[in-house]
């Protein structure tokens, strides 16, 4: 990863840890911060290029009814999802990565009920923002954050008037923020996975690079 922005397979590697108990304790150069890692979320840290990645996971079978409770009350208020203990967790483990890693370059990763904290923790201080098929509602989005979602996929159908507003309201925000991937299955359950992200050309990166270039490189899909 140079530069801040990520490939696909990397993406999918971070998510995937963020839903393990017992996650991978290295993802290419990444060490886990077993400390500042919990349930919901996972800090990998690169000493080396002095880099953080922080990854949040989206609902979860074991968990599934506590997160399913999260859920209604974003979908109900989205001031009272900032009080939930699910959101109180990931904001207690950003901010104490920042405190304990504070010349480092931070990345935010999130995947469907993350998307929410991803948007509502992104700000100049990360490098980038990137969330898959993030259940957003009202959210504004930011120049330095990026959404990849699938046609098919129900959670995050409402990022697309989003994308439009934000294309003409804010300059630095253009289309490449937002990464569409063709539905392939027609199952919205299959559609939601992460595993949507093999579609992606491997080659591409996504995110802001040296100099915080936008970067959106190769094609979008596999040859």
């Given at each position: 990863m140079k530069g801040g922005s990520l490939k696909p397979q990397e993406i999918k590697d971070f998510l995937q840890?963020?839903?393990?108990?017992?996650?991978?304790?290295?993802i290419d150069g990444y060490v886990l911060?077993?400390?500042?890692?919990?349930?919901?979320g996972k800090v990998y840290v690169n000493e080396d290029s002095k880099k953080v990645v922080l990854s949040f996971r989206g609902t979860g079978m074991e968990n599934l009814g506590t997160d399913w409770i999260n859920n209604l009350i974003f979908a109900v208020?989205?001031?009272a999802y900032k009080l939930t203990p699910r959101y109180r967790t990931a904001l207690k483990m950003y901010k104490d990565a920042m405190k304990k890693y504070k010349d480092y370059q931070f990345?935010?990763?999130?995947?469907?009920?993350?998307?929410?904290?991803?948007?509502?923790?992104?700000?100049?201080?990360v490098r980038n923002c990137i969330s898959l098929n993030p259940a957003y509602?009202?959210?504004?989005?930011?120049?330095?954050?990026y959404i990849i979602r699938s046609k098919g996929d129900v959670v995050s159908k409402l990022t697309e008037p989003k994308k439009l507003i934000n294309s003409v309201f804010y300059p630095k925000w253009s289309k490449k923020h937002m990464i569409t991937i063709d539905d392939k299955t027609g199952n919205p359950i299959t559609e939601h996975k992460v595993d949507i992200l093999d579609r992606l050309n491997p080659n591409m990166v996504i995110g802001r690079g040296l100099g915080n270039q936008i970067m959106i490189m190769k094609t979008k899909y596999k040859a």
């Amino acid at each position: 990863m140079k530069g801040g922005s990520l490939k696909p397979q990397e993406i999918k590697d971070f998510l995937q840890a963020s839903y393990q108990e017992k996650a991978p304790m290295n993802i290419d150069g990444y060490v886990l911060d077993e400390k500042l890692s919990n349930l919901y979320g996972k800090v990998y840290v690169n000493e080396d290029s002095k880099k953080v990645v922080l990854s949040f996971r989206g609902t979860g079978m074991e968990n599934l009814g506590t997160d399913w409770i999260n859920n209604l009350i974003f979908a109900v208020s989205d001031p009272a999802y900032k009080l939930t203990p699910r959101y109180r967790t990931a904001l207690k483990m950003y901010k104490d990565a920042m405190k304990k890693y504070k010349d480092y370059q931070f990345e935010l990763l999130g995947h469907s009920q993350s998307g929410i904290i991803v948007n509502n923790l992104c700000n100049n201080k990360v490098r980038n923002c990137i969330s898959l098929n993030p259940a957003y509602k009202n959210a504004s989005l930011k120049d330095n954050e990026y959404i990849i979602r699938s046609k098919g996929d129900v959670v995050s159908k409402l990022t697309e008037p989003k994308k439009l507003i934000n294309s003409v309201f804010y300059p630095k925000w253009s289309k490449k923020h937002m990464i569409t991937i063709d539905d392939k299955t027609g199952n919205p359950i299959t559609e939601h996975k992460v595993d949507i992200l093999d579609r992606l050309n491997p080659n591409m990166v996504i995110g802001r690079g040296l100099g915080n270039q936008i970067m959106i490189m190769k094609t979008k899909y596999k040859a």
